[in-house]
């Protein structure tokens, strides 16, 4: 192989409304790096105009919608092109996309905008501007077409592709103009349509991405085959805080495969072999040491402690307050106190974490997964040592993401093995072990959780002290607010605090409350982990609202109702939930509520248990409710909430991560476990969007889950289960 | 050397006979579409037929294998993805992520060779794959379809 690779550089398409039409991705490799790759020159000899940044249409009217984020199983990638293809008012099953690069949205001075997909922000975050794309190119090809015509362009109109000049009734189609349309100037002021106009958004359009889903020809990072290309293993120092002492290469290279054994940084060493299997072996069999550092002796139990009495601690940071709390608690009729615990949980993506790279020179080229594309080109640049300029990301769907492929810890790891053998493909494959141990963990956190009643059961003040890890003070500090974690909040914010968590507000109005946070940081890499941190802030809310409604001896769904009086949309997601699951129905099954508004978005769920004597739990089904603002795709919002009770209630009820002398126990799905069907209720879904305002999907009803079968499990038991994961704790008291 | 019978081709391979058959299919194979998601049997990405019957191959070495079976991966399920399994995944637009679903597909298709009409029990009993994206609800409801179709 010559010393200069040209991977190919062109984009990969990645999903499409026209059956046939996908590509593999499996990139063509050239050793020359003056020639085009296949690729480029399949795409020369098919003009794809570009239109504008969003839009490119063939000859033939396939249109081409770049994506800037990434999917990873939302949706996003359908809903964004559902968006753009709306506004230009093309065929939809003309409609195919595919991703820009981020060194493309560098060299474009980021005409695709913000690549970073997270915070349930794909949609609702480039609503305004992908379809402002899809309207400016509708007005340049209708343009092009009037301008060929010689006619003014009020007397034309477009329907599925095709323009019709409505005086003479001279059709052309959008294929036909692109090339033309691509040399005008874009227009400003063009407005977007009104939601009563709209064709494809808010349609229940099939997902672009599955035809390659279900016959195995859909490649991941993961199964990235190159010319020349070898493969990873990597083992990274299993306590936290450790690094590298030493390790033995000559005991392994003369395994079959093994061509080079790597150290990463101070603190991983990789086995680079022809095949993974043997990187894999090899990097078993190689002898390792390393060294204790802070974090060395870390472990879960003894942080509970801490956790323990930082729920009474001086030191908190207070986000919301307001009324007489004090006075309340004074006058109370009745108090009622709780305390909550929720344990670290890792993402547990079912791809494990990969990357393939190449580093010569004068050039780095990435292909990954990644969540976050334009972060994972400065994590290459930075690892190559290579201006940005010089490198590329090419980004591949997501064998999941959660939040964990926000990160680019991976990335780095190949760029620097990468460039160990200059010129030579390298893909780094984690083990699931590595995955368990080496993740961004969502934060264990504890709550403290106390309400004062008046003589007539009504909630006159409630306190919630949360104590736990900042996610912002270990991945971000800079976002902190004088010392305050805002996002440690979710849910539970006032209005007006910061713009930032706008959309994580409580929506309740209660007379007087007290929200603080003690922050306690343990050596353990937070994340943002599906849902984050609005998870537990709805367990510690939701659960101890039932708490309060049992309590003052009041129906725990007119108890919560008597509260929402300024937020209508919470009020009818619950009560549309409980009113379908048939709340208050002596049917033999418990009943447990829970709303939430989180992401911008209003949840609410209703779940339906039965506890048999032996404490067996059976959550026989779900009914979830959700007004996102505006529902893309109904079926696809329909998906995300009923995918939400599975990794919510994997949560609630299986995953725990914990540390022994700083290191994880859970070292695989067999001590890690998640979800089967056998465990999965039924889920019934009402997407209810109200209009007027754009939330969240893929995350907000995460938090309704574990609260409603918590809930549940009171109604069935008279025992509060306040400590997660549920399993091993005995459901009815002995 | 090993001789193998994989989507009714009779291939050679030269792997150490430990080598899990996964690894043999993805890297020797080029047969990416069984997955890597733990490599213990926990999670059942990496499901294939051996004849007929869902085996977890992360863990079943190549050696094991005499040759003459049939082994079937979810490239080979179908010519052109009408197995009735993928028929209902597309009718229902099943794949989130889709990594799980070769294996959580190879696994229905098992479940209903051997049961072509299987009631609730017996999906929970013997479909136990992995999907953390949270497709299950529509997997239960895909395999109820899958049973009504014919290839």
Wanted: hydrophobic content about 40%; overall charge negative; aromatic content about 6%.
């Amino acid at each position: 192989m010559a010393d200069t690779i040209k991977l190919s550089r062109r984009n990969f398409i990645i999903g499409t409304g026209a059956a046939g039409l996908t590509i593999g991705i499996l990139a063509s490799c050239s050793n020359n790096s003056e020639d085009s790759s296949e690729a480029d020159q399949a795409a020369n000899a098919e003009p794809n105009p570009e239109v504008n940044a969003w839009v490119h249409i063939a000859p033939d009217d396939t249109v081409t919608i770049r994506i800037a984020r990434s999917e990873m199983g939302q949706g996003t990638l359908t809903g964004l092109a559902q968006l753009v293809a709306d506004e230009l008012d093309c065929d939809w099953d003309k409609v195919t996309t595919e991703y820009p690069t981020p060194g493309e949205n560098l060299a474009r001075d980021r005409v695709w905008r913000d690549f970073s997909t997270g915070g349930s922000r794909g949609i609702r975050g480039s609503v305004d501007y992908v379809r402002e794309g899809g309207a400016v190119a509708r007005a340049m090809l209708i343009q092009a077409a009037a301008n060929q015509w010689e006619v003014p362009v009020g007397e034309c109109s477009v329907e599925k592709g095709v323009i019709t000049h409505g005086p003479s009734g001279n059709t052309l189609r959008y294929g036909e103009v692109a090339e033309a349309a691509s040399a005008l100037t874009p227009p400003t002021g063009v407005q977007v349509k009104d939601p009563s106009e709209w064709k494809i958004i808010g349609q229940p359009v099939k997902r672009l991405d599955t035809a390659d889903k279900v016959t195995g020809a859909q490649k991941y990072g993961a199964d990235l085959q190159m010319d020349g290309m070898l493969n990873a293993a990597i083992r990274q120092a299993p306590k936290r805080g450790g690094t590298l002492a030493s390790f033995d290469a000559a005991a392994v290279m003369s395994m079959p495969g093994v061509r080079k054994v790597v150290q990463v940084d101070d603190t991983a060493v990789a086995v680079v072999a022809e095949r993974w299997w043997q990187a894999k072996t090899a990097l078993d069999a190689l002898p390792v040491e390393w060294t204790d550092g802070e974090g060395a002796d870390y472990s879960s139990a003894a942080f509970e402690t801490e956790l323990e009495n930082a729920l009474t601690a001086d030191d908190a940071s207070v986000a919301n307050m307001s009324g007489e709390v004090d006075a309340a608690f004074a006058n109370a009729a009745r108090t009622v106190e709780a305390t909550y615990r929720v344990p670290h949980q890792n993402h547990a993506c079912m791809e494990p974490m990969n990357a393939t790279a190449v580093w010569t020179e004068d050039k780095c080229e990435v292909w990954c997964p990644t969540q976050n594309g334009e972060a994972a080109l400065g994590a290459a640049s930075e690892a190559a040592g290579l201006p940005i300029e010089q490198c590329d990301v090419y980004k591949l769907l997501l064998g999941g993401g959660f939040g964990r492929r926000g990160m680019s810890d991976y990335v780095t790891q190949v760029v620097k093995i990468a460039k160990e053998m200059p010129g030579t493909p390298i893909k780094l494959l984690w083990s699931r072990e590595e995955d368990m141990q080496h993740g961004f963990y969502h934060p264990t956190t504890r709550a403290r959780c106390e309400g004062a009643l008046d003589a007539d059961g009504n909630l006159t003040a409630i306190k919630i002290r949360i104590a736990g890890q900042s996610i912002l003070a270990g991945l971000m500090p800079q976002a902190l607010q004088n010392g305050m974690d805002p996002f440690a909040f979710q849910g539970l914010l006032p209005s007006g605090l910061d713009e930032r968590v706008e959309d994580q507000t409580l929506k309740y109005t209660f007379p007087a409350l007290k929200f603080d946070h003690a922050m306690r940081n343990p050596p353990v890499r937070p994340g943002f982990w599906r849902g984050v941190n609005a998870n537990q802030n709805a367990i510690y809310l939701e659960c101890f609202m039932d708490e309060l409604a049992r309590a003052a001896g009041k129906d725990p769904l007119e108890f919560r109702l008597a509260y929402m009086g300024d937020a209508q949309e919470l009020a009818a997601v619950l009560r549309a939930a409980a009113e379908k699951s048939g709340w208050g129905n002596d049917d033999g099954k418990s009943r447990g509520l829970c709303a939430f508004y989180s992401f911008g978005a209003y949840t609410a769920a209703c779940a339906e248990v039965t506890v048999d004597d032996a404490g067996q739990l059976k959550i026989h089904r779900i009914v979830a409710a959700t007004d996102p603002g505006y529902a893309v795709n109904p079926q696809q919002v329909d998906a995300q909430v009923a995918g939400s009770f599975v990794y919510g209630l994997s949560a609630a009820l299986f995953e725990e991560i914990t540390f022994e002398n700083g290191e994880v126990q859970e070292k695989n799905f067999d001590t890690y476990n998640s979800m089967r069907l056998r465990d999965m209720p039924e889920v019934e879904t009402i997407v209810m969007p109200s209009g007027g305002f754009w939330g969240g999907v893929g995350e907000p009803t995460i938090a309704v889950a574990a609260p409603a079968v918590l809930n549940a499990i009171y109604s069935a038991t008279g025992k509060r289960i306040r400590n997660l994961p549920i399993k091993d704790q005995s459901l009815r008291d002995a | 050397m090993a001789e193998l019978k994989v989507n009714g081709q009779t291939v050679s391979v030269d792997a150490e006979e430990n080598t899990p058959l996964l690894w043999v299919l993805r890297e020797h194979l080029g047969l990416t579409g069984a997955k890597y998601g733990c490599g213990i049997a926990q999670c059942g990405t990496c499901t294939i037929h051996i004849d007929g019957q869902p085996v977890r191959s992360c863990t079943y070495p190549v050696g094991a294998l005499s040759g003459e079976e049939e082994i079937t991966t979810i490239e080979g399920l179908s010519e052109d993805g009408s197995h009735p399994v993928q028929q209902a995944w597309v009718e229902l637009d099943i794949p989130q992520c889709g990594y799980c679903q070769p294996g959580m597909i190879m696994a229905v298709a098992g479940l209903l060779n051997n049961t072509p009409d299987p009631t609730d029990e017996d999906i929970d009993a013997q479909v136990t794959n992995i999907c953390r994206c949270g497709t299950l609800a529509r997997v239960r409801k895909g395999i109820h379809l899958a049973k009504t179709k014919k290839a």
